[in-house]
């Protein structure tokens, strides 16, 4: 069965360079992300926002989220030319039409979800485009991670473990944001919400690395 699973993504030089790229850009963004809601939510940052100051984070969290969907819809489009290259591996038609799927509503969401808000601000903007802008959001997420689910059943064992340490991460990050809110209801220092909201960043940085890793491996 060996001859059945992927152990090769056949990435081309540049492919594997512009994934080295997108994961550096995920780093930086996730980073910039982290520092502006920080620094709205005064934790590390104590002196009184200013209205110009509030738009300022703003800006950065839009463009630093802008800039880490694109990292993930790049890595989706190589992930989708890889799969097209892999004939000789059955059962991955599905995958693929799963990432075509999370490519197209990466883009709508980058641009509804995220760029849009620089239109009409983060508060006046249209009913429409808040609504593409959460639903694209879900599907890209979903259909990306349905996709990589696919791909893993198809994964040689040296990948697979790769992919495995991808999906922990994973988990771990949206388990650490998911306790954000219900420990912000207690009564815990801010830097406790600091530290957990950091550290799911931190998984996420990881699990992106970890698929950049799975993609760019020969065995």
Same mark, same amino acid.
């Given at each position: 069965?060996?001859?059945?699973?992927?152990?090769?993504?056949?990435?081309? +030089?540049?492919?594997?360079?512009?994934?080295?790229?997108?994961s #550096?850009?995920?780093?930086?963004?996730?980073?910039?992300?982290?520092?502006?809601?920080? !620094?709205?939510? $005064?934790?590390?940052? !104590?002196?009184?926002?200013?209205?110009? +100051?509030?738009? #300022?984070?703003? +800006?950065?969290?839009?463009?630093?989220e802008s800039?880490?969907?694109?990292?993930?819809?790049?890595?989706?489009?190589?992930?989708?030319?890889?799969?097209?290259?892999?004939?000789?591996?059955?059962?991955?038609?599905?995958?693929k039409?799963?990432?075509?799927? $999370?490519?197209?509503?990466?883009?709508?969401?980058?641009?509804?979800?995220?760029?849009?808000?620089?239109?009409?601000?983060?508060?006046?903007?249209?009913?429409?485009?808040?609504?593409?802008?959460?639903?694209?959001?879900?599907?890209?997420?979903?259909?990306?991670l349905?996709?990589?689910?696919?791909?893993?059943?198809?994964?040689?064992?040296?990948?697979?473990?790769?992919?495995?340490?991808?999906?922990?991460?994973?988990?771990?990050?949206?388990?650490?944001?998911?306790?954000?809110?219900?420990?912000?209801?207690?009564?815990?220092?801010?830097?406790?919400?600091? #530290?957990?909201?950091?550290?799911?960043?931190?998984?996420?940085?990881?699990?992106?690395?970890?698929?950049?890793?799975?993609?760019?491996?020969?065995?």
């Amino acid at each position: 069965m060996r001859e059945f699973l992927i152990s090769d993504f056949r990435l081309t +030089n540049k492919e594997s360079g512009l994934l080295s790229a997108f994961s #550096i850009l995920f780093d930086f963004s996730l980073v910039a992300l982290f520092l502006s809601i920080v !620094n709205q939510s $005064g934790v590390v940052f !104590n002196a009184p926002l200013s209205a110009n +100051n509030i738009t #300022i984070s703003d +800006n950065v969290s839009i463009f630093s989220e802008s800039f880490a969907s694109l990292s993930c819809v790049g890595f989706m489009v190589i992930l989708y030319r890889s799969l097209s290259r892999l004939t000789d591996i059955p059962r991955l038609k599905w995958a693929k039409i799963l990432t075509l799927v $999370g490519i197209v509503c990466g883009i709508l969401y980058i641009l509804t979800g995220k760029l849009a808000l620089l239109v009409y601000g983060t508060e006046s903007a249209p009913w429409v485009v808040d609504f593409l802008g959460v639903s694209t959001g879900r599907f890209c997420f979903i259909s990306m991670l349905v996709a990589l689910v696919s791909v893993q059943l198809r994964l040689s064992l040296p990948l697979h473990r790769v992919s495995r340490r991808g999906f922990l991460s994973l988990t771990f990050g949206i388990l650490l944001l998911v306790c954000v809110p219900f420990v912000g209801l207690m009564d815990v220092p801010e830097w406790v919400l600091t #530290i957990l909201l950091g550290g799911g960043f931190f998984c996420f940085m990881l699990a992106f690395a970890f698929f950049v890793r799975m993609m760019s491996l020969r065995v």
